[in-house]
């Protein structure tokens, strides 16, 4: 076993954050259409997030935000002439397509890629997909960048490895880390990692949710294990409660989380809660290790509290004691039956603490909150060896100093306001074109962005 630490790659919200409605089955996204956002606001509560966890000592990382607009996605789907014209052209006969092309969605990094560290692969070495999220169209060219950024970050080949994404298809679709976990005795050490699926392709009999889509299929599960060299003994694929999906849980992330050996989960997660179970209770024993699982009940939060807090979208994190801190968003405290629970977990009652979960930290994210996003889903783990961390770009790892430099980038580029309309306006693309530029410079990656 190595020494590693768990580093969580937080997602630095773009210049457009915006609320455009653009995701089906998520229920918030939804609800918050055509609201007028604050693109400042929301980097700012990122960057607070980040620092908060830097300086209580958490690996702590970040990935830059994507082009925007996409104006290749706009060109390619007929809209032409110079910028300004596509803009204004796309603005008229199709605002949804302009609204995809200036997509918020990239901050979400849990969707960026799934990730297996060295001491799970074949090779040794620590493999990357990013996830073709082609379930939405305002999602389905972010691999495009993100497998761009992860080969700029891990560029050494004797230690990591880049897939491409998996075959845009519906056989295939992909959402990365979201729908992935791993369990381990500690970072270093073996684990098993547990894939979570929502529908299966190849067999049209397993259950798939009626109302919204599940957007991971069991084929791509399968796929990302063989391209990573998973061993068959540590991998456990689990099917998604359909009924969960269709009451606004599009992502595993947003019903269950795992650290260590710890899952804490809802009771209505998966299809199969037994049998979910027992396999990860198999595959942890051939890594000496057992499962600690934390169930919550209907009867202790509702799904839809549940899905309305994102109490499971948190992150769960090791200190180095032991114990595990919850990163939690404020709106765990605005709902009654979650901050009920939360105080029964380590409110400093008779018996709250006692489990391997000692503390909270919570969280203002509500800007990312209102597209359906909460910390978990802002952040991309990656188990690194010391080893393996010296190798990556140290540009990206978050200081005070990389912190300070940071907040003024977002002060001068970023708008505090974002109505549908200001998509039209081309001095918004000018602004975020320039806002990239500067940003390759202050984390040291020329030429991170194809800005031609
Ligand atoms: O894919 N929202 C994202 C939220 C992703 C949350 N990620 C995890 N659960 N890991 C999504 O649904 C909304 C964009 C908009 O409507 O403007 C959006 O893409």
Redesign the pocket.
């Known amino acids: 076993m190595y020494n590693a630490r768990e580093f969580n790659f937080d997602g630095l919200v773009g210049p457009s954050h915006?609320?455009?409605?653009?995701?089906f089955?998520?229920v918030?996204?939804?609800n918050?259409?055509k609201s007028a956002s604050n693109p400042r606001q929301a980097a700012l509560q990122g960057l607070a997030k980040m620092r908060a966890l830097a300086a209580r000592g958490f690996a702590q990382a970040v990935l830059p935000p994507q082009v925007r607009p996409n104006f290749r996605l706009l060109r390619q789907l007929g809209f032409s002439g110079t910028d300004a014209d596509v803009l204004a052209h796309a603005w008229r006969e199709a605002p949804v397509i302009l609204?995809c092309a200036y997509?918020?969605?990239p901050m979400?990094t849990?969707?960026a890629a799934t990730v297996s560290p060295s001491a799970d692969s074949a090779d040794g070495r620590v493999h990357f997909t990013a996830a073709n999220?082609n379930n939405?169209l305002?999602?389905a060219e972010e691999h495009i960048q993100s497998t761009r950024t992860l080969r700029a970050l891990f560029a050494d080949p004797e230690r990591f490895v880049v897939h491409d994404p998996l075959p845009s298809t519906p056989a295939f679709g992909d959402?990365?880390?979201?729908n992935h976990t791993r369990f381990a005795s500690a970072h270093g050490a073996a684990g098993v990692e547990f894939f979570v699926y929502g529908r299966v392709e190849f067999d049209p009999s397993a259950p798939s949710p009626k109302k919204y889509p599940a957007r991971q299929t069991l084929e791509a599960s399968q796929a990302i294990a063989r391209l990573h060299g998973l061993d068959p003994a540590r991998t456990v694929f689990a099917a998604q409660n359909p009924d969960v999906v269709d009451q606004g849980v599009?992502?595993n992330?947003?019903i269950a989380v795992g650290n260590g050996n710890v899952l804490f989960y809802h009771e209505q997660a998966f299809a199969d809660e037994a049998a979910t179970l027992d396999a990860l209770r198999r595959a942890l024993a051939n890594v000496d290790s057992d499962l600690h699982a934390v169930r919550v009940d209907s009867g202790a939060v509702p799904l839809a509290d549940a899905v309305a807090s994102y109490l499971f979208?948190s992150q769960l994190l090791s200190k180095p004691d032991g114990r595990m801190a919850l990163v939690v968003p404020h709106e765990c405290r605005e709902n009654a039956s979650v901050a009920r629970y939360l105080d029964g977990l380590v409110g400093g009652g008779a018996t709250s603490g006692q489990g391997p979960i000692d503390e909270l930290i919570e969280f203002d994210l509500r800007q990312s909150m209102r597209?359906?996003?909460?910390p978990?889903?802002l952040r991309l783990r990656v188990s690194l060896t010391d080893a393996e961390a010296a190798a990556m770009h140290q540009g990206v790892i978050m200081t005070e100093d990389l912190y300070a430099r940071l907040v003024p980038w977002v002060e001068r580029h970023y708008r505090d306001r974002l109505e549908p309309k200001d998509l039209a306006d081309p001095q918004l693309a000018l602004e975020c074109a320039q806002a990239l530029e500067a940003l390759e410079g202050i984390l040291g990656l020329p030429g991170l962005y194809d800005l031609a």
């Open positions: 915006n609320y455009a409605g653009l995701s089955g998520n918030a996204s939804f918050n259409v609204a997509s918020a969605s979400w849990a969707n999220l939405k305002h999602r959402e990365g880390a979201a599009f992502h992330d947003v979208n597209n359906g996003g909460g978990a889903c």
